[in-house]
C-alpha cells in the first residue's frame, strides 16, 4: 500500500488512506497529525513518510474517538514519541476502548478461494471438485488499542505547537461521539471529523450514527454559520468553498429518521423491534454489526424524541416498549 499526500494549503495536507482522512501540519520540520488512519498498517506508511522526509512528529489530535480515526494512534505514538490530545469525553473511549458503544463496520470486496462441484454421469455419478475464487462482500468490524492520552483539547481554547507558537482552533462538534471536536489549523483549514456526511455517504449510509441528536442538530446549525470555507470530513473529498448543500442534507437526514420512528411506533414497540423496522425502512442490510450499531443510534434518537415528549415508553413484563405520543 502506498499512501498520497494532497496539499490542501499553506503548510496543510492530508493524507487520503482506505477508509478515512488523515490531516498532517507541517512548518520546517515539524509537523502536527490530525487523526491516524483505520488501521497499524496505514500508522507504519504514515510513520515511514515522515522519517523519509525527516520530519518531526510533535503532536497527535484526534477529533473523536472512533476507530476508523484512531486505529493508528497506538503504533504511531510508540514510534515517533509524539503526544496525543484529544477531547476529555472521548479521552475516555481512548484509553478504555472496551467502554464504546460505537461498532465502524466498513464493507469491500474481497477474492475468496472456494470449491465448486461439478457432477457428471447418470448410473454411476462422478463428482468432481473444482477449486475456485469468487468475489464476496464481506464486512469488517475495526477496532482500536488502548493509548494513552497525555493532555486534553479542549473546545473554544487553541492548541499549540511546542516548536513554534503555531495555533490551531479547537471547536465543540459534539453529537457523531460524546465529544468530538473540529480542529482549524493555522492556515484556517477546519477537520470536522464525522460531523458531516457527503450526499454520496447518505446514499451509502441512510442513517448516521448518533451518540446525542441534539448535539448532532446543534453542530450541523454550527456548521452552517461557520465562517471558514475550507473542510475535511473523516470520509471522502475535502470542501473547498461551501457545505452548505451537505448540511441540509444531514438536517432532513434526521428529520427524515425522525418521522420514520414516530410512524412505526404508532403501536408500541420495543426497540430491537423497531430497529428491525427502521433497517427495512431504509433498506440497510439486517446483520448482527449493523443492528447493533443502528441500535445505539435508535436508542439516541428515542431518548430525544422523549425529551421533546412525542413519544412515551412503558414498562410491562420486563419489556419497555415506546408509543407515538400523538
Known sequence: MTINLEHLKGGTYYFRLKYSNVGLYMFKKHCVLIDTGSSEDEAKEIVDYLLSKDLTLESILITHAHADN???????????KAKLYASKEDSVIIENPKRSTH?????????????????QGDAEKVIHFIPTK???????????EKCIVDAHLVPEKQFSMTSVKHNFEI????????????????????????ALYSSDELA?????YAFDVSKAKKTLDYLLKSKYTMFVSTHGKPYDFSI???????????????????????????????????????????????????????SAYLDELKKAKKLKAIHEKGKTRWFADF
Open 204 to 208: 451509502e449510509n441512510p442513517i448516521p
Open 244 to 298: 452548505t448543500g451537505d448540511v441540509y442534507s444531514n438536517q432532513r437526514q434526521i428529520k427524515m429518521l425522525e418521522d420514520t420512528i414516530i410512524m412505526h411506533l404508532s403501536m408500541p414497540k420495543t426497540t430491537d423491534e423497531l430497529v428491525a423496522l427502521v433497517l427495512e425502512s431504509f433498506d440497510i442490510e439486517e446483520n448482527i454489526p449493523n443492528f447493533y450499531l443502528i441500535s445505539a443510534t435508535i
Open 171 to 194: 471547536v465543540n462538534l459534539h453529537g457523531h461521539s460524546a465529544g468530538q471536536i473540529g480542529i482549524v489549523t493555522p492556515d484556517k483549514v477546519f477537520f470536522i471529523g464525522d
Open 103 to 119: 461498532i465502524t463496520m466498513v464493507s469491500e470486496i474481497r477474492e475468496i478461494e472456494t470449491t465448486e462441484t461439478d457432477v
Open 70 to 80: 484512531l486505529a493508528g494512534a497506538h503504533y504511531i505514538k510508540q514510534k515517533t
Open 134 to 144: 469468487k468475489k464476496v462482500m464481506q464486512h469488517i468490524v475495526l477496532k482500536h
